[in-house]
């Protein structure tokens, strides 16, 4: 039985938590106004990742706060779902409500630096998405266009350019040194480590566990049956 805290402040910020965390398993809806179906499209816990990256990066190279810039990025897609981002924290400690209505009110008045920086991650990464559904020939030209033209840091700018030449599996070549800096051998297993992986037994394979039962204050455990053995036929 669920039980209630005895500090609503509490139990209202707990359920942003819930809200914030289904809030993310939900598609990015405005591809399909460019013709993309939503089984090809990206959840917005994928672009919220993806901006509080590509933001603090941003803000590095213009010279203002990253840390900031990030939880601009994180906090400001809370809304999206819904666009009423008082209500989902009406019932929440007063300085959670100031925390995430501040961020999103910075974002939204697209006014500071860190904002801006904000701003063009969030819209850099719909230019990196867009040029990923370019090349599954989705035609989402315009999309591109549209995000590549609301980029105000010349990072940005920059950056945008850099990746319309990059082969999206070109990430995971290893970069070439720079000068001086030599790149470390990758890390290997000391070989004790990996005989003793080799060597390893094969877990006994099981069938599901029957749920066990609650007897008073008890539980009883569960049975495993391995596999192979005749099961009884039920009555």
């Not at 290997?188 to 480590?193: L, T």
Request: overall charge neutral; charged content about 25%; aromatic content about 2%.
């Amino acid at each position: 039985m669920t039980q209630q805290t005895s500090e609503p402040r509490i139990t209202g910020a707990a359920v942003l938590l819930f809200e914030a965390r289904e809030a993310g398993e939900m598609p990015r809806i405005g591809w399909r106004y460019d013709g993309v179906p939503l089984g090809a499209t990206e959840i917005i816990a994928d672009q919220g990742d993806s901006t509080a990256v590509i933001g603090p990066a941003l803000a590095a190279m213009e010279g203002v706060n990253p840390e900031h810039t990030a939880m601009l990025c994180v906090l400001h897609d809370l809304s999206d779902p819904r666009t009423v981002a008082a209500d989902q924290v009406a019932a929440a400690h007063p300085n959670v409500q100031d925390v995430v209505l501040g961020a999103i009110a910075e974002f939204e008045d697209d006014d500071a630096p860190d904002a801006r920086c904000a701003h063009d991650a969030d819209k850099l990464d719909c230019y990196l998405q867009g040029l990923r559904l370019l090349r599954q020939r989705h035609r989402v030209e315009g999309k591109i266009r549209r995000c590549r033209e609301a980029l105000r840091a010349a990072s940005a700018r920059r950056m945008a350019d850099a990746d319309e030449t990059i082969d999206p599996a070109q990430w995971a070549a290893r970069p070439a040194p720079r000068p001086g800096h030599a790149l470390s051998p990758p890390r290997r297993r000391p070989p004790a480590i990996m005989n003793a992986m080799n060597t390893r037994a094969a877990p006994t394979p099981y069938h599901r566990p029957s749920t066990g039962r609650l007897t008073g204050a008890h539980r009883t455990a569960p049975s495993l049956t391995p596999l192979g053995t005749q099961l009884p036929e039920r009555a």
